[in-house]
């Protein structure tokens, strides 16, 4: 009797487990990250990195096969199927706005042109002022770069500088990197101001650390 409980118990597992399909392992990733107002950026990377882990960006960014394409009928399957993982990841007064495009690029375009704040001046503004008042306090040298580091990305993501000059571009690089440094040793704790005077007092100083703890 024990060994029959145990094949059924077996098989009712794996009929669960067949049970999962990608929507719900996509809905599990972003469930409790679906795309708002305010955090475009977050979010487009994780359904990116989702999508692209599941073979399927081209359906974001590639070309739209056409239905004349002996491809079309298993391509329009996998579309039909990302656009409701797209749209299962946004609150719902934004996934009402693209409900009726017709293929997952076309979402994922309209949701870019409307969300995207690529070049937002005010966007930049503000990321600016908040990595100036951004400051250690209670965390740990560790946490207070880890903090920094992150809102210094999300500005790159705004910005989107893309240097045309291959001379300029190492030069450019440097800049930045100085005056992250300078960000990052004007937020320190007082306590620490003899390791800032120590690191402004070199020529050339960057800012790929290991952090002191």
């Not at 999962?20 to 990377?45: D, M």
């Not at 989702?50 to 073979?55: A, D, S, T, V």
């Not at 056409?66 to 329009?76: I, L």
């Not at 990595?131 to 500005?155: A, D, F, H, M, P």
Request: charged share 25%; net charge neutral.
């Amino acid at each position: 009797m024990s060994n029959t409980l145990e094949v059924d118990s077996s098989i009712s597992s794996q009929t669960t487990i067949q049970q999962s399909t990608p929507l719900t392992e996509f809905q599990n990733i972003v469930g409790s990250f679906k795309l708002n107002r305010g955090n475009y950026l977050e979010w487009s990377q994780l359904v990116k990195t989702c999508i692209k882990g599941k073979g399927k960006l081209s359906h974001l960014i590639g070309p739209v096969v056409s239905k004349d394409d002996p491809r079309f009928v298993v391509w329009d399957e996998e579309d039909y199927q990302i656009m409701s993982w797209l749209w299962n990841s946004m609150q719902p007064e934004i996934s009402r706005t693209c409900m009726f495009l017709s293929t997952a690029k076309e979402i994922w375009e309209s949701v870019c042109h409307t969300n995207s704040k690529v070049k937002d001046a005010a966007q930049m503004y503000e990321l600016k002022t908040r990595i100036q008042n951004t400051k250690q306090g209670i965390l740990s040298i560790t946490e207070y770069y880890n903090v920094i580091k992150s809102r210094w990305l999300e500005l790159d993501q705004y910005q989107n500088l893309r240097m045309k000059c291959s001379i300029d571009a190492p030069r450019h690089q440097e800049f930045i990197e100085r005056e992250r440094v300078n960000d990052f040793l004007a937020g320190l704790n007082v306590e620490l101001d003899q390791v800032r005077v120590q690191i402004l007092g070199k020529s050339h100083y960057h800012l790929k650390m290991k952090p002191l703890q």
